[in-house]
């Protein structure tokens, strides 16, 4: 269902079969209350409606701070709806959309899971990950396919300090230690 391209009170949601008659359009925009098989009471806008392809209605709530929320309800768990009043005849008037500013967005987004991606190791074990995420917490860590890699220190299966190996003496027995104080703060927490 896709309502993004809707006209204001056209009458139609955008998907498979779902163009509606003009006897269905007068409801578009109306206040109205629905009752669900589960006992929910919902009240909204009909902001628009799919009879005939995923039998469904989306009801638009608008929020105090004048944001809208939209409510995608099936109709299998609708038990009556009512509308509490006729259609609103203004038009809404949609704003603009920068869309250079939603490529950026996108960009970053895009840039945070690729950066978040790296934090999670490919078939390790929850153990292991949970190892990683504590040094991570204080050390730049990274995954090598499924050794853990802290200040050029390499850290291998079971994860415990006697299995750390670094050409830096340094940078070893800091690992170490972390990894120590890590260990002893995960298994009293489980």
């Known amino acids: 269902l896709d309502c993004r391209e809707r006209p204001r009170r056209s009458g139609w949601c955008r998907g498979p079969g779902a163009m509606a008659t003009p006897q269905q ?3 578009l925009g109306a206040p ?3 009752s669900t098989t589960l006992g929910e009471e919902l ?17 638009r709530q608008v929020l105090p701070n004048g944001h809208s929320d939209y ?3 099936r109709t299998n768990v609708i038990r009556e709806v009512r509308a509490s009043g ?37 078939g390790v074990t929850e153990r292991a990950q949970d190892i990683f995420n504590a040094l991570s917490k204080t050390m730049d860590c990274e995954w ?22 670094g050409d830096n003496l340094q940078e070893l027995e800091r690992v170490k ?7 002893v703060r995960l298994k009293a927490a489980s």
Do not use: M
């Not at 259609?87 to 809404?92: F, G, T, V």
């Not at 920068?98 to 999670?120: C, F, S, T």
């Not at 396919?145 to 006697?162: A, H, S």
């Open 43 to 59: 009240e909204g806008e009909l902001f628009c409606y799919d009879v005939s392809g995923c039998n469904s209605l989306i009801l």
């Open 32 to 34: 109205i209350k629905v």
């Open 144 to 165: 090598d396919r499924e050794d853990i890699l802290c200040f050029g220190v390499r850290i291998t299966k079971p994860y415990n300090p006697d299995t750390c190996a």
């Open 86 to 122: 006729p259609p609103k005849l203004a038009d809404e008037v949609l704003p603009a959309v920068d869309l250079r500013q939603v490529e950026a967005r996108a960009a970053e987004a895009e840039a945070r899971a690729r950066g978040q991606a790296k934090n999670w190791g490919a």
């Open 25 to 27: 359009n007068h409801l």
């Open 71 to 73: 409510k995608w309800i």
């Open 177 to 183: 230690k972390v990894l120590e104080g890590e260990l």
